[in-house]
């Protein structure tokens, strides 16, 4: 199952994956540059999730999309662990929002 | 629990916070300094002695322009020589376009359409914009939009406020005058047009024949420029022309009999002072009034017959009928305001752009470019040949049904303070 956006830029899907038996969530990311998905990879990476058995997730940059990969074992670590990430990528986007495109130094 | 495939509803939590970072992220690819809303058109004008270039977005915002113009050097030499300005256009039209993307921060991979002149105009400088515009089209694959340059200057006010069609458009210029009732993007009536001169042909050789670049204060003025600026120091009433086509009743302009009545005018004051030609005449103000004068009536007496003539074949709209006022010629506030007393008196709305929109810009061909995108008219793929042409009537012609109308005019004191 997967539910695109209504300007068809981020792509969610949910699947269980046949082999682990695990259930898998890709979130595609749009980022107006490459620049700007990186910094928002490099801030979102060390966060950890606090409840280390159950759930994992992949962070990675292509181009200027970020794509976030989640394997779990349950619907409901999956959904904590989602909405809490979605509140970091909203922390994350509004700050670089704030101080504005990146500049050269 | 184990969840299948297809049993995993979105709870709406993550469904609302998506829907909040999708417009964080929207807003954050479409705000900035210059907010741009979808597709970008790229503008090139070489018609004439002017190259222009201008990245507009579809709301008419203008993103980044530049503008070369040759008037200085067409003004030593005394008019323009056709191989100069194509040489001219040729050594400035990559820095022009370049100056244009530059500014406005925009990569031609990013244009949606690139729009440029091919009619009508000089055929030298035309050339030089076209064969310009098909390499870039065909080197970054856009589509390219032909565009007539003066169905252009037509539509320049719909780039900077809204006017539906359709509408009454007087264009005059150095090198047009017309009458036309725009109905679309691409359906114009003509009413009228320029039987030999344009008007802004006529005052600049008139300028030229009085020697005004030898006055310092027009010496950076272009021949029409000069007039008005001397003009408004002078008598109007202290030589009397006569308004051209005074017999005929229709909606066409001529100019060169006046332009000649002007000629002999300054050969007779020249005797009567003692000078030679070339030098500048005691009465220029006088003269250059007289001339304006006669040209803004004529043109303000045609434009009122156009007027009823729409009039009396429902070819305006009833509810706040427009006439727009554009070109070159349409910077000459005396001309202007003659304009203004017919629109007045016949109750439409005058419109006019302002001054550096209304000589030759590439703005106004990006604008053309967006209105033909937004309509998918005239949108031709990057490898089509296209030839340009020198000579393009505007629309339809009817200046025959308007001369059978035979419409008198009922007179209007145009008295301007």
Request: charged residues 20%.
């Given at each position: 199952?997967?539910m695109?956006?209504p300007?068809?830029t981020?792509?969610m899907a949910?699947?269980t994956?046949?082999e682990?038996?695990?259930l898998?969530?890709?979130?595609?990311?749009?980022?107006?540059?490459?620049?700007?998905?990186?910094m928002?990879?490099r801030?979102?990476?060390?966060?950890?999730e606090?409840?280390r058995?159950?759930?994992?997730?992949q962070l990675s940059?292509?181009?200027s999309t970020?794509s976030?990969r989640?394997?779990?074992d349950?619907?409901?670590?999956?959904r904590?662990?989602?909405?809490?990430?979605?509140?970091?990528?909203?922390?994350?986007v509004?700050?670089?929002?704030?101080?504005?495109p990146?500049v050269?130094? | 629990?184990?969840?299948h495939?297809g049993?995993?509803?979105?709870?709406?939590m993550?469904q609302?916070k998506?829907?909040?970072?999708?417009?964080?992220?929207w807003?954050?690819?479409?705000a900035?300094?210059?907010?741009?809303?979808?597709?970008?058109?790229l503008g090139?004008?070489?018609s004439c002695?002017e190259t222009?270039?201008?990245?507009?977005d579809?709301?008419?915002?203008?993103?980044?322009?530049?503008?070369?113009?040759?008037?200085e050097?067409h003004l030593?030499?005394?008019?323009?020589?056709?191989?100069?300005?194509?040489?001219l256009?040729?050594?400035?039209?990559?820095?022009?376009?370049?100056?244009?993307?530059?500014?406005?921060a925009?990569?031609p991979?990013q244009?949606?359409?690139?729009?440029?002149?091919v009619?009508?105009?000089?055929a030298l400088?035309l050339a030089?914009?076209?064969?310009?515009?098909?390499?870039?089209?065909r080197?970054h694959n856009?589509?390219?939009?032909?565009v007539?340059?003066?169905?252009?200057?037509?539509?320049?006010v719909?780039?900077?406020?809204?006017?539906h069609?359709p509408?009454?458009?007087l264009l005059v210029s150095?090198?047009h005058?017309?009458?036309?009732?725009?109905?679309?993007?691409d359906?114009?009536?003509?009413?009228?047009?320029?039987?030999d001169?344009?008007?802004?042909?006529?005052l600049?050789k008139?300028?030229?024949?009085?020697?005004?670049r030898?006055?310092?204060?027009?010496a950076a003025?272009?021949?029409?420029q000069?007039i008005?600026l001397?003009?408004?120091?002078?008598?109007?009433?202290?030589f009397?022309f006569?308004?051209?086509m005074?017999?005929?009743?229709?909606c066409c302009?001529s100019f060169a009999g006046l332009?000649?009545q002007v000629?002999?005018l300054?050969?007779?004051?020249?005797a009567?002072e003692?000078?030679?030609?070339g030098?500048?005449?005691s009465?220029v103000?006088?003269?250059?009034?007289?001339?304006q004068?006669?040209?803004a009536?004529h043109?303000a007496?045609?434009?009122?017959r156009?007027?009823?003539?729409?009039?009396?074949?429902?070819?305006?709209?009833?509810?706040?009928?427009?006439l727009?006022?554009s070109g070159?010629?349409a910077?000459?506030?005396?001309?202007?305001?003659a304009?203004?007393?017919?629109?007045e008196?016949t109750?439409?709305?005058?419109?006019c752009?302002?001054s550096?929109f209304?000589?030759?810009?590439?703005a106004?061909?990006a604008w053309n470019?967006?209105?033909?995108?937004?309509?998918?008219?005239g949108?031709?793929a990057?490898?089509?040949?296209v030839?340009?042409?020198p000579?393009?009537?505007?629309g339809v012609?009817?200046?025959?049904e308007?001369?059978?109308?035979?419409i008198?005019?009922p007179?209007?004191r145009?008295?301007?303070?």
């Open positions: 199952m997967s695109f956006s300007f068809n981020t792509a949910t699947e994956n046949q682990t038996g695990k898998e969530f890709f979130l595609d990311v749009p980022f107006p540059s490459s620049r700007e998905a990186t928002a990879l801030s979102l990476s060390p966060d950890r606090p409840r058995g159950g759930i994992s997730k940059v292509s181009g970020l976030v989640w394997s779990a349950e619907a409901r670590i999956l904590v662990s989602v909405n809490s990430f979605l509140d970091h990528l909203s922390l994350v509004e700050t670089m929002e704030l101080f504005g990146p050269d130094l | 629990f184990p969840a495939r049993n995993m509803a979105f709870p709406t993550i609302s998506v829907r909040i970072l999708l417009r964080l992220l807003c954050k690819q479409t900035g300094s210059k907010a741009f809303r979808s597709r970008l058109v090139i004008e070489t002695d222009g270039a201008a990245v507009m579809e709301s008419g915002a203008i993103l980044g322009e530049s503008l070369h113009s040759q008037k050097v030593r030499t005394g008019g323009i020589i056709p191989t100069v300005a194509q040489a256009h040729r050594g400035n039209i990559e820095r022009v376009v370049q100056e244009a993307l530059d500014r406005s925009v990569a991979a244009l949606a359409a690139v729009a440029a002149t009619k009508p105009g000089l400088s030089v914009g076209l064969s310009f515009s098909q390499r870039f089209v080197h856009k589509p390219f939009i032909p007539h340059h003066m169905e252009a200057h037509a539509l320049t719909r780039m900077l406020q809204p006017l069609f509408f009454l458009v150095g090198g005058a017309l009458l036309a009732v725009a109905r679309g993007v359906d114009f009536l003509l009413l009228g047009r320029t039987l001169e344009a008007p802004g042909d006529t600049d008139v300028a030229r024949r009085l020697s005004l030898k006055l310092p204060r027009c003025l272009s021949g029409g000069a008005e001397l003009a408004q120091d002078g008598d109007r009433k202290r009397r006569r308004t051209p005074g017999q005929t009743p229709d302009f332009r000649n000629t002999l300054i050969q007779k004051q020249e009567e003692g000078v030679e030609e030098t500048v005449l009465c103000s006088d003269i250059a009034a007289a001339t004068h006669t040209v009536s043109l007496k045609r434009t009122h156009a007027v009823l003539f729409c009039r009396t074949n429902r070819l305006l709209p009833s509810q706040n009928p427009t727009v006022l070159g010629v910077s000459n506030q005396y001309i202007r305001k304009l203004a007393v017919v629109a008196a109750g439409l709305q005058l419109l752009p302002p550096r209304c000589t030759d810009n590439g106004m061909v470019g967006v209105e033909r995108l937004r309509e998918g008219i949108i031709l990057p490898e089509v040949e030839s340009y042409e000579r393009a009537p505007l012609d009817i200046t025959a308007v001369r059978a109308a035979a008198r005019l007179s209007i145009i008295k301007i303070p």
